[in-house]
């Protein structure tokens, strides 16, 4: 199939599946207002916006970290806060401190915090919630585990002792990590629906429909609340994105994030655009890197050869309508490590990966298996196309989307397609880290280790940032993945309401909202 075949028969598709894919990669979501009623004009205003799907929890054991923080975002402090520049702040902590070694972090609670009961938030609340989700299997667990022992020497004052330097401990704690239960209430039944926490919003029991619709009034003697505008929030469950565009058209929400081929129309509809790039990473993952299931890939003349395939500014212009940035990098445009220069490394060369192949000792190439999820469908083509063109055969096996966690996990795949959510460097790293589901295989290689290990020990910024560049520059040397393209999204807002986030915060809030001055 050529190239314009396949732009004109899949473009559309392909555009729904990226918008689709990104949200569930966490970084975006669709703000929806009832009608145009809804005013943001005054700190009375409603922010209402629907989600791709609902959280799966609201106890602090089990947050994930996707769209559903949208929801528990708002009823619980984190103890640190994410700016939109991705640098760390003072939150339900009003300072932290690290020791020289690394091996001690040192927080001060905020004084006359109270959680929404009234009661005190104190450090032994801290302790309570992080020692119950480091003792709960959940997707918040693995990120606390680095922490030791949990010291509390006065009621503001919580000590982390950990077992090894973790530089993504502290971004932890400005995520779901971080969050703050109340101990009296954490163990009862109604924590995963209607938990007690000291953010910044109740849940409106009356309102929320549990998988559906959730609604948050906010607490007006919150020690944050002038941080937060809007007085109701409303959060929806609406999957389906021509539902939400027609909304935005009809004049139904004030707010929504859109296909890059809608902008001009609705822009030309009074909406204001602000597109937020490097959203997230679309990239062909290359878990095999030691070559089990298949040995070329242990070589990295071939990992090269796959990079050198895919002629990564056409696929951006023809499959994404150019919403996005050719890139051969893993790491965020916006974070510490990117390096503009590092994209030269890889260009679209087929007779150069052919030679690099035959180098390897596969000059015929080779067989490669990867799971088709309802998600990666649309992609197929284009992997497929381009890998064939230097002489590697892709199959597809379908793989339910429930099912494709797991299916990685047992490595039947040596590669994956994926996209995902753009965040701090730190906690982008632990992608690599043997531990971790994109590395099912638990690759290792000693330069990279110890290149992990002098970022985790690195207190100075400066240096910190040296290191993780350096991290980056051996990912792209040695073809430890094949990034394609970081995906801009465009968010339109209208009647007061403004976009403000740019990317970097790497948690959904409400705090991405503002009104317009």
């Keep these: 199939m050529s190239a314009d075949s396949l732009h004109s028969r899949v473009r559309f598709r392909l555009l729904a599946a990226l918008i689709a894919l990104v949200t569930l990669a966490a970084l975006t979501a669709c703000a929806t207002g009832e009608s145009d009623k809804i005013s943001a004009q005054s700190r009375d205003g409603t922010l209402s916006f629907g989600v791709q799907s609902a959280p799966n929890s609201l106890d602090p054991a089990q947050l994930t970290e996707g769209q559903g923080a949208y929801v528990w975002a708002g009823l619980f402090d984190t103890l640190l806060y994410l700016d939109n520049d991705g640098k760390l702040q003072p939150n339900a ?6 020791s020289d070694d690394a091996l001690t972090v040192t927080l001060k609670l905020r004084s006359g915090m109270t959680f929404s009961t009234g009661a005190p938030v104190t450090s032994a609340a801290v302790k309570a919630t992080m020692e119950r989700t480091k003792a709960t299997a959940g997707p918040m667990q693995n990120w606390l585990q680095v922490i ?7 009621e503001r004052t919580v000590v982390l002792q950990l077992a090894k330097p973790d530089a993504a401990l502290l ?8 969050v703050i239960g109340d101990p009296a209430t954490l163990t009862q039944s109604r924590t995963a629906l209607d938990p007690v926490g000291s953010g910044p919003y109740t849940l409106n029991t009356a309102e929320t429909v549990n998988g559906t619709t959730y609604v948050l009034n906010r607490r007006d003697d919150h020690w944050n609340a002038q941080a937060y505008p809007f007085r109701t929030v409303k959060i929806r469950v609406i999957a389906d994105p021509t539902a939400r565009l027609n909304a935005l058209q009809a004049g139904e929400l004030n707010a929504g994030s859109v296909l890059a ?14 597109p937020v790039e ?4 679309l990239s062909l993952v ?6 089990e299931l298949v040995p070329a890939l242990g070589d990295a003349r071939v990992r090269k050869a796959i990079n ?9 212009e023809q499959i994404a309508a150019g919403a996005g940035t050719a890139t051969v990098q893993t790491f965020s445009p916006k974070g510490i490590a990117y390096d503009p220069a590092l994209n030269a490394t890889f260009g679209f060369d087929v007779d150069g990966a052919k030679k690099l192949l035959a180098e390897a000792g596969y000059p015929n190439g080779f067989t490669v298996t990867l799971p088709e999820t309802v998600h990666a469908k649309t992609f197929v083509p284009t992997v497929t196309q381009s890998l064939a063109a230097i002489g590697i055969t892709a199959n597809w096996e379908q793989v339910p989307m429930q099912q494709a966690q797991a299916a990685i996990a047992s490595k039947r795949f040596p590669m994956m397609l994926a996209i995902d959510g753009t965040a701090p460097f730190a906690r982008e790293l632990q992608g690599f880290m043997p531990t971790h589901s994109r590395n099912p295989f638990h690759t290792v290689d000693p330069e990279l280790s ?12 400066q240096r910190a940032t040296e290191v993780a560049k350096a991290i980056n520059a051996f990912a792209v040397r040695t073809a430890w993945d094949a990034p394609m393209f970081h995906i801009t999204v465009n968010w339109v807002t209208k009647g007061g309401v403004v976009f403000v986030a740019t990317g970097q915060q790497g948690l959904n809030t409400v705090r991405q909202f503002d009104i317009a001055q």
């Design 308 to 316: 050198m395939a895919f002629d990564r500014p056409k696929i951006v």
């Design 93 to 98: 902590a009003e300072s932290w401190q690290l």
């Design 278 to 281: 490097g959203s997230s990473l």
């Design 171 to 178: 971004t932890a704690l400005a995520m779901g990590g971080g």
């Design 450 to 461: 110890a290149l992990i290990d002098q970022y985790n020990r690195t207190v100075d910024p």
């Design 286 to 291: 290359l878990v095999d890197r030691k070559g």
């Design 148 to 154: 030791q022992t949990i010291q509390t020497p006065d």
């Design 261 to 274: 081929t809608h902008v001009d129309r609705l822009k030309s509809s009074g909406f204001q655009v602000t």
